[in-house]
């Protein structure tokens, strides 16, 4: 009898076992480093795209107008009027903390990890 419910306390603790590590590995492809959102700040504000998700973004700020290309989860500056051009020789931003720069332009570009935000602030 003795071993019997020592058995059952050993199948118990397996499972909590199981589902501990279970949860474990399940955090581990949480978003977190593999999911990163690029921020754009321009003149007209702030906007948020997936880094995952390759596309071009045209905008115009302080009546410049550029081309950002998110390409293989990084993003650079494609093509931008600016007199000095710096932006488009910065490179490609694709780590957290990673900004491009348009001084002219006043834009900027930041790398952020997570997700692209829903708008859970609350404003005001
Ligand atoms: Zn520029």
């Given at each position: 009898m003795i071993s019997k419910k020592r058995t059952w306390l050993d199948i118990i603790i397996i499972a909590i076992a199981l589902v501990i590590s279970a949860l474990l590995i399940g955090l581990k492809f949480l978003?977190?480093?593999?999911d990163l959102t690029l921020s754009v700040i321009s003149e007209g504000g702030e906007s948020e795209y997936s880094l995952s998700e390759n596309r071009e973004i045209e905008l115009m700020s302080n009546g410049i107008s550029l081309i950002i290309r998110i390409e293989n989860s990084s993003a650079y500056?494609?093509?931008?009027?600016?007199?000095?051009?710096i932006c488009m020789k910065q490179g490609r931003a694709k780590r957290a903390g990673d900004t491009v720069v348009c001084a002219p332009a006043g834009v900027a570009l930041i790398i952020k990890s997570?997700?692209?935000?829903?708008?859970d602030a609350v404003a005001g």
């Amino acid at each position: 009898m003795i071993s019997k419910k020592r058995t059952w306390l050993d199948i118990i603790i397996i499972a909590i076992a199981l589902v501990i590590s279970a949860l474990l590995i399940g955090l581990k492809f949480l978003p977190s480093e593999g999911d990163l959102t690029l921020s754009v700040i321009s003149e007209g504000g702030e906007s948020e795209y997936s880094l995952s998700e390759n596309r071009e973004i045209e905008l115009m700020s302080n009546g410049i107008s550029l081309i950002i290309r998110i390409e293989n989860s990084s993003a650079y500056i494609l093509s931008s009027e600016c007199p000095n051009g710096i932006c488009m020789k910065q490179g490609r931003a694709k780590r957290a903390g990673d900004t491009v720069v348009c001084a002219p332009a006043g834009v900027a570009l930041i790398i952020k990890s997570g997700g692209v935000s829903h708008g859970d602030a609350v404003a005001g």
